[in-house]
């Protein structure tokens, strides 16, 4: 048995109902690349959310998912903005840059949420040929500092860059966790707040692999199956990827694996606070920011991988996952107390 | 039940070893991203069959895979020779000028193979800066012809590529069905036969998902794990491929379930020649290309899904597959004989 | 004083009338990158030819022209066609497929001019995204073989391309040449014959430098001013290209300098046909192809700079320029004699 | 006669010597893409500058030398640090993104100039396969707002930069007014100082065309023939770079204009000193960065187009050039009293 830990939601393997629905449709022939009834029905799942004007793709991954949001919503002289932590802009290896050609703005925020007074500074240069043209503004919901925006949060964004001209993109990667967080369901803070297009994540909750990317805006959707193609994200057996999704829509499993990690981490996050850890980020979703001396880190880190955040600020990062017990917390805080009282 | 047929082998689903090999990797959590035992285990599976001076990398698919090869043995003033029918060349959307900005140059073949004959002409323009450098040079085995490279074949081929400087990519989609028509373990056609870097498929064969790309040129593997991550195919749950890749290899599950399909192919064949439908390639491997009626193939088409091939020459493509049943074959060629006799 | 030769018609260098309206506007200051009253002139010229629904974009070169012109027309997931001797295909050093993501489809021609019946079994695959999706074809007026398109040919691929809701490209580095040739104004075998988008040439017929790129399909210039900036093609001060346009067009320079080149052309290929040197293509602009027995092209190349054109044939190409003197023929021709008289 | 101004020192013409030099080579035939004498002159000439150890490709513009310079030094999958004000991050419309597949990140300055302290918070990653790894950092000299890096600063910059296995790039599209502001040779703030590779500007002080790409580490020199080739860099009548560079370094041109540009500029700050209007950089070189009321800006505009700088901070920016005249700045300043005191 490996040890559950709290590196990353990632870290988590298979909800057996996510398995046992790939068992399902494994089953003789099926025609490839998404022209099945199973991939139909996991499109209908997304419609019965947002309803039927949408146009969705299932790609492997998260970085595949946010590159063909992207690369539908741009040009290569566009400019993308995002806040500095974003996971676009720090954790793909340039991903988006490489596959769009445009140039991405890091705008440095707080609590990794934008705002239209931190955009609008960068909305300069409209028309001017020298200047990557402002196009998109990706939002990653929850954000890579385990916050969450409010709905008019997201709204105002929306508003400010429609009237640009702009498109905007959210970062679903832990969507559900969001979801529990602000309790509402997923079309409240997206298609309804006037976001263009999402990447829905899946796999940091419980599903095996993939995601989805859903266009709200359809005429972003012109071009994506060859884009999808194109950025090698075009699945041959789609089946298990429709398959999953449908199981995780089934029976809101996708709520009760959210609402446990988003549960689990609001009680992590107490017990660190008793210990007296300082926690440097709200914690509404399943991620902990939390300051720990290095000295403690590096010995807790041989019991417990994870990652430090910010060295410089001896910041570490903790996240729950769909399947961490309380007694996973438990003996992650006796460990770590053990280690302060020494 | 869905009906099997003959339109490819990746509408077949997963070998229940394989998913037996997901649910026993399903426990716990591991680190993402390969830094894990499993990933390890696997890995070692390839050195055992290639020997330790290896580097290699799993992806999700073969246009992630090719894209991995081509990219990390190309600069993009280089151009990649390959033959007219080739993956690369007709079915990846243009993936790789996407990716790696090389010119593909197509070469015509009558079987799907390249010769040093027919790859010599373009081996011209070295040092020339107009003209894009030829770099590398790309052989699929099994070919999209379902035809299959003999060892001096591909050695004739290495040593051209290694005469001008250049390299040489196999793109082994159906690299087991190569192995088990050629009756030779992997090795003896790749790495000495002076392959550099392969594309080793198993999604055609049996397996959910996920592919290798393996360096025998270990220079060429130096930014592999950059290029991966930024071409979007790192996968987080990792384990999940290298539990497939390490079931493939127990057992000999590649082979069997290769060597069915070849078989397959091979009845298939038989019966066709019987029914009097000329077979236009040599079935080396598990795949058959026919001519056909248009009016005969629309009407098949109707119970069984299948692909034309060359719509101008009436040619069909018909796939067996690891999990293709005897009687497939006695239903497919009864309803096909049926419409003959119409 | 260099000797003029006939390796190509780019080692001539700037015809006087250029220069002097060079000099002509370099006075005072004058706003950057084409905002300024001597660019609009020379769009205006181009607009008294083409008429005024047309967009003019001025750069530095031909291979810019190209690359501006397939960008602006192209998705990365789209092939371009042409025949396999154009200058994108050979000669650019893979720029177009760097620059667009597209793939080429080169198609084998005897003459070097592509014909609807050699573009059709290219035209597939529609809608399909495993395939690149055909998108423009591409022809050079003159061609790299110094063949000149008639008008009625152009408008059969033209109406083939659009047909298939393609567009066309001219690359016209010679297309002063054409005209001249065919007797007609530019517009009657470009914009009147249902050219797209054109790269109108003028460095290899007297110019310093700068093309143009000509969009008669005006909605394809939509973004060609942030293309043409991120594609390194802007040049700051605009008035040194525009000034030269004006001048080209100004007292028929543009005709007087292409007759004179083409009739040089077809004086060398007479008293080359009289020494005995078989011409291999159709002399209706500025080049000559001729088979050349090896040893002597090694010796007069000694005297004389020139290319081979395709060793694997003795093939060689001279082109005459719009300083070509009837002296510098009969010394070559003489050369020539010499050699193969001794 | 068009009115000298201050919008910027590309609207300056051709410096009569220049222009002159160019009509001197104008004779007779010369190979194409740099294969003649007048190449090897000019090259020649930056080697005595700068020694024998390098390696000298000439390119149209000041984003193509840039593109050069960047594309040799990276892969895709690396992230290149400048200032947040570099003429690469704001200037060239996503031309190094899309060109390099890079990241660009941004470093905020008080005065464009990058420092140690500021660059090293951005140097981790270092081997993480998500992270865009960092590999070039990019300083401009002069900066584009008009300050100068003094050598130990820029010796400080590249030790850093060596001592994590990274280049430094310099951006010298106004090398030149840098040389005289610090008073030493081209030399003493770049090959001495530890640059690798330089992009050399000639174009805003008093060239018509065309900047220099010197590599002083010549590996990097590797393959950068292809590399401007398929950047669309490479010119064909070469020859007329050339023999300006060549005539730009006879006589001390380059020293005699720059010297002038910056004497100007200070000239013209003394006087708006006086007259009241604040000053917000250093004025080191040619450029003057000032205060200006929004009501008079867009008044004088009428008279002198300028461009606004930072219109949050009602910053403007001034630029003398070579062909500057003291009765310019009396006429501009007159004007701009006027206005004052309407």
């Given at each position: 048995m490996n040890k559950r830990g709290?590196?990353?939601?990632?870290n988590s393997g298979i909800h057996p109902a996510i398995l046992e629905a790939i068992q399902n449709v494994n089953i003789g022939h099926v025609a490839g690349y998404g022209d099945d009834i199973y991939t139909q029905n996991a499109i209908n799942e997304f419609k019965k959310i947002f309803g039927n004007e949408i146009e969705v793709f299932f790609v492997f991954n998260g970085t595949g998912a946010n590159i063909l949001s992207i690369t539908s919503s741009t040009n290569s002289f566009n400019s993308v903005i995002c806040a500095a932590t974003a996971h676009i802009f720090v954790?793909?290896?340039?991903a988006p840059e490489k596959a769009s050609g445009c140039k991405l703005i890091p705008i440095t925020t707080k609590d990794g949420k934008l705002t239209p007074e931190l955009i609008k500074p960068q909305l300069l240069g409209f028309g001017f040929e020298h200047h990557s043209q402002p196009k998109l503004i990706s939002i990653s919901q929850v954000t890579e500092l385990g916050t969450v925006y409010e709905v008019d949060e997201i709204k105002a964004i929306c508003k400010l860059a429609h009237q640009h001209g702009m498109l905007v993109h959210m970062d679903g990667a832990r969507i559900a966790n969001a979801a529990v967080s602000l309790n509402l369901?997923?079309?409240?803070?997206t298609s309804d707040a006037g976001i263009d297009v999402l990447s829905f994540g899946g796999t940091k909750n419980g599903m095996m692999f993939g995601e989805a990317v859903i266009f709200f805006n359809k005429e972003l959707a012109e071009n994506a199956k060859y884009i999808r193609k194109q950025s090698t994200q075009l699945y041959s057996k789609m089946r298990f990827i429709a398959a999953q999704f449908s199981a995780y829509f089934a029976n809101d499993l996708w709520k009760i694996n959210a609402a446990h990690a988003n549960k689990m981490a609001s009680v992590l996050a107490g017990k660190l606070v008793e210990i007296g850890i300082p926690i440097t980020q709200k914690v509404s979703a399943n991620g902990i920011f939390a300051i720990l001396d290095d000295e403690i880190r590096d010995k807790l880190q041989k019991e417990y991988f994870f990652y430090p955040w910010d060295e410089s600020n001896h910041e570490v990062r903790w996240m729950t996952s769909f399947d961490t017990a309380p007694e996973d917390i438990d003996s992650f805080c006796k460990a770590l107390e053990k280690l302060l009282n020494e």
């Open positions: 709290f590196a990353s939601d990632n954790d793909e290896c340039g369901p997923f079309n409240a803070f």
